[in-house]
């Protein structure tokens, strides 16, 4: 079985700082990660995945993320925050031997952009 | 494509009654999926189609819950007998199977059980 933690409920930050979301899973197989975002009243966008290759993804918004296999984390980062970006972020995996594709997520980060 | 769609976006019922809620997916996606958010936590899978053939069922999803996708295109999700502990988002999501493409997820059914 997989779990995830994401370790902030909340991270309140200032516009144009920057902003890391932390996430570690736990897992006895190799995984695939996902970062996806939920706006207020809406369903759930994908931000960006790793699923094989480089550590260090790129995703829509500016954000990216680094998977560490020796710490099982994928944070997620962004240089300068914007207003808009305020929502819940949710890290999610998968089991790379799991034919269903079934994502495992963790209980999410709302990101407050304050002005 | 106005990707995947669910219906209704809201629904208030009486604890004991029957509902049942709806989920359009991708056209061209063979994959559907179930999953269940309640307030302040992220989604939990319930259950998945490919095609018309309901291949997984998690353990969330008791007796009272059934799914269907009988064309192998929209599915339906009722719950029976609702119970308040049934209040949550009902997210629909569709893919076209490998991994690589990820999901589309639905703006969900909000189920509020009073």
């Known amino acids: 079985a997989q779990s995830v933690t994401q370790l902030d409920s909340q991270v309140p930050v200032f516009e144009e700082a920057p902003v890391e979301l932390r996430c570690n899973y736990s897992?006895?197989?190799?995984?695939?990660l996902f970062w996806y975002v939920q706006y207020p009243n809406q369903g759930l966008q994908l931000l960006l995945k790793y699923l094989s290759g480089s550590t260090l993804v790129k995703g829509i918004n500016g954000f990216e993320a680094e998977f560490n296999k020796s710490q099982t984390s994928f944070h997620l980062r962004k240089p300068s925050v914007h207003i808009s970006d305020t929502a819940e972020y949710f890290c999610a995996v998968c089991p790379n031997n799991n034919a269903g594709n079934m994502l495992t997520f963790g209980g999410g980060t709302r990101l407050m952009v304050k002005p | 494509d106005t990707g995947v769609s669910q219906d209704p976006r809201h629904k208030i019922t009486k604890r004991g009654q029957n509902v049942t809620f709806r989920c359009d997916p991708i056209s061209e996606h063979n994959r559907l999926y179930w999953y269940r958010q309640t307030l302040g936590q992220g989604p939990e899978f319930l259950t998945y189609f490919q095609n018309e053939a309901q291949l997984e069922k998690s353990r969330l999803l008791s007796d009272r819950f059934s799914a269907e996708r009988p064309k192998g295109s929209f599915s339906t999700l009722e719950i029976q007998r609702t119970e308040q502990g049934d209040s949550a988002m009902y997210l629909c999501?569709?893919?076209?199977?490998?991994?690589?493409?990820?999901?589309?997820f639905g703006s969900g059914t909000r189920l509020t059980v009073v």
């Open positions: 897992s006895s197989v190799s995984v695939y």
């Open positions: 999501a569709s893919s076209l199977g490998e991994i690589d493409y990820g999901y589309t």
